[in-house]
């Protein structure tokens, strides 16, 4: 512990400096000049060094897109049907879904899984009128109000939802807003003969409905059902007053990434 000096103390006189030399400030002089000379020569010999070159690695390029093509199973398509099929999954549209595309004009229903194969097709009954846009308010209508020319399938993109309607029957909203959805045939009424009309070959016998999509039980139950489930669905219907181009934004898969692969025949 350091204790105060005390006040009657006399304070320890300090020693008197010493005299420096008559030449020290030469000396300093020197010294400095002999450090500064020393300090320019590391610098200078420091930029003249060869600098060490980072080492870069390989320089990575990214690869080509190499164009995807739906898979048919040797099935035929329809033009449209091909090109919404082909640029769904060359553009990732469907979000690696499976996705369906309805095609009104020969009404058939195509299913595929997210690798773009073709899981399964079939007749279908649509729409009783041509058309592709819906009446506004067309869902909060009752059945006995809507129209003959009121009764189409709107085209566009949706997102399957699985869902019940006011039976109590399992069904696949194409979209719920709109009151569409996709369900089993119901051959209720003798004089729609709606059996009869899945089993025609003439698309124009398909037009039938309110504006949802009858399908045959086996297709509903076995293929349509499980994906959605199962996947989720992205459901394409194709238009027929207007291109699928105007309608959807697609792009023709071969013709954009022509000489990368050949399409598939």
């Known amino acids: 512990m350091r204790f105060p000096r005390s ?36 610098w200078w010999g420091q930029a003249q060094a060869p600098q060490a070159v980072p080492k870069s690695g390989p320089q990575l390029k990214s690869a080509p897109h190499l164009p995807r093509f739906a898979s048919f199973a040797g099935e035929q398509p329809s033009p449209g049907v091909r090109h919404v099929a082909d640029w769904a999954l060359d553009s990732g549209d469907a979000g690696g879904r499976s996705f369906v595309i309805i095609d009104k004009q020969q009404a058939r229903v195509w299913l595929f899984d997210p690798q773009g194969a073709l899981v399964a097709q079939t007749p279908a009954l649509i729409g009783a009128a041509v058309g592709d846009d819906s009446v506004p308010g067309i869902g909060e209508k009752p059945l006995s109000e809507i129209q003959h020319e009121e009764k189409t399938t709107p085209a566009g993109r949706f997102v399957a939802e699985p869902g019940v309607n006011t039976q109590g029957e399992d069904i696949v909203w194409v979209s719920y807003d709109l009151a569409v959805s996709m369900h089993r045939v119901r051959a209720k009424v003798k004089a729609e003969r709606r059996l009869e009309r899945l089993a025609s070959e003439d698309p124009d016998d398909n037009r039938i409905s309110f504006g949802c999509i009858n399908l045959p039980v086996a297709f509903y139950e076995g293929s349509l059902l499980p994906a959605v489930r199962g996947t989720g669905a992205v459901v394409y219907v194709l238009p027929e007053t207007r291109s699928p181009q105007q309608q959807f934004g697609s792009y023709d898969v071969a013709s954009r990434w022509r000489g990368t692969r050949t399409a598939p025949a």
């Open 7 to 42: 006040p009657s103390s006399e304070p320890t006189p300090e020693p008197e400096p010493r005299a420096k030399p008559r030449n020290a400030w030469r000396a300093a002089l020197v010294a400095a000049l002999l450090c500064g000379s020393a300090g320019v020569g590391w």
